[in-house]
């Protein structure tokens, strides 16, 4: 049977890929540097093949060190996973749960969820991560994370991906100009829309609800949803905000209208994904049902 690299070895290589810096790839792992240069040298002797390219003032990955980078990513979130299953096993809602979540959900539905987490698990931990959703995603295939709550459509690969509610798109502009909005999404003025800056999915749910395509810039995109409701107050155009959004009351000191389409009206789908090997399967199930429970307009929601 032929020699396989060791979990210790690819932790190694991984972290000499992101820092470049066997000194501070080191520190990162704990161990002395030459520790850790032994490491790589005993699996590029394991797996026949140079990873890395050592200069006297360089580090540099090969094209054969980058893919076994990717892959070893994989092999340690698996091998956390198991642990993390084997440790969890009998009792499936405790412990730290790494939860990422995007910016246009966070501040709306966490107020609710957490509580509602601490009430019905407290002996599970949540920590929490927002960021962009490929960002996040990023995070979650190198275990960094265990689950992220996002908004679909977007590309998750192979990804678990568990659906939990629909939410509208609607349609604000400043008060007095409801003339201006009109019922068919078609005939909105692409020319008076405006986005949040790219990076956010909310973006392509707003040019996809409208059927546009990407916009020319304009110099005016927007890096939150409440900036972006401060320049359509300032009457630099319309946006298309999540319901949520609005329930939460981020408009109630705005002197701004919200507006709700005729069908087909633009929606989104705010969904919790995990990874394909994640072993907190039941942990999974029951956090999104909660999170769902406290979806805007549900019973248990606001």
């Known amino acids: 049977m032929a ?3 060791s979990l210790r070895q690819l932790r190694y290589l991984v972290a000499v890929s992101e820092r470049l810096n066997f000194t501070q790839a080191a520190e990162t792992c704990y161990v002395t540097q030459s520790t850790l240069s032994a490491g790589i040298k005993e699996l590029e002797a394991t797996l026949g093949t140079l990873l890395v390219e050592r200069e006297r003032h360089s580090v540099m990955m090969t094209p054969t060190g980058i893919e076994v980078v990717a892959r070893a990513r994989r092999l340690l979130a698996e091998a956390e996973d198991l642990a ?3 440790r969890n096993a009998d009792r499936p809602m405790c412990g730290l749960l790494r939860l990422g ?3 246009t959900i966070a501040p709306f539905l966490l107020p609710a969820v957490l509580p509602a987490v601490r ?3 407290p002996e599970l931990r949540i920590a929490l991560r927002e960021d962009l959703t490929a960002h ?4 979650l295939n190198a275990g960094q994370l ?3 709550l996002i908004a679909l459509p977007y590309e998750t ?3 678990q991906v568990q659906p939990l509610f629909d939410e509208e798109l609607k349609l604000i502009a400043p008060r007095g100009r409801e003339a201006d909005m009109p019922r068919d999404i078609g005939k909105l003025d692409p020319d008076a829309l405006l986005l949040l800056e790219e990076g956010h999915c909310l973006r392509g749910h707003t040019l996809g609800g409208c059927r546009l395509g990407e916009p020319r810039s304009s110099g005016m995109e927007a890096t939150s949803l409440f900036t972006l409701a401060q320049m359509v107050e ?7 905000l999540p319901d949520m959004t609005l329930r939460s009351g981020l408009l109630s000191h705005m002197d701004l209208v919200a507006h709700r389409f005729a069908e087909p009206r633009p929606r989104r789908t705010i969904a919790l994904v995990a990874r394909s090997s994640n072993a907190r399967v039941e942990c999974f199930s029951r956090l999104g049902e909660l999170i769902a429970a406290q979806a805007p307009g549900t019973p248990d929601g606001t």
């Open 136 to 139: 996040l995603l990023a995070r």
């Open 3 to 5: 020699n396989l690299p």
């Open 119 to 121: 009430e019905h698990y």
């Open 101 to 103: 979540v995007i910016p």
């Open 146 to 148: 265990d689950f992220a």
């Open 234 to 240: 300032g009457g630099l155009g319309m946006a298309l």
């Open 84 to 86: 993390e299953w084997a």
């Open 157 to 159: 690969g192979s990804l």
